[in-house]
């Protein structure tokens, strides 16, 4: 038997894998990811609100975001986002922190 994930497990395991990372970080797709390097500033909470919405609704299953909520630290340089997604598998509740 073989331990793959699926369906909407899988889904969420992509979600974070996205958010976690950073653009310009992967060689072969230096677009993907969050641009963290440049919207970790002060008064750029809005646009690393908007970074971090265009991964979620580009990911493959998501349909659209019903609740999103997030939490900037300037200080350590940390954010967690909560969201409450539609998607192909139904109601998703989403917790990441990066």
Do not use: H
């Amino acid at each position: 038997m073989q331990g793959f994930a699926r369906d909407s497990i899988a889904l969420r395991l992509n979600l974070v894998t996205r958010l976690r990372s950073w653009r310009d970080d992967c060689f072969f797709a230096p677009e993907e990811g969050v641009d963290y390097n440049n919207l970790l500033d002060i008064g750029t909470k809005r646009l690393l609100d908007l970074d971090v919405r265009r991964v979620i609704l580009q990911s493959e299953g998501v349909i659209r975001i019903r609740d999103y909520e997030s939490t900037l630290n300037r200080d350590s340089r940390d954010i967690s986002v909560e969201a409450t997604l539609e998607t192909i598998f139904g109601k998703l509740s989403l917790k990441v922190a990066v």
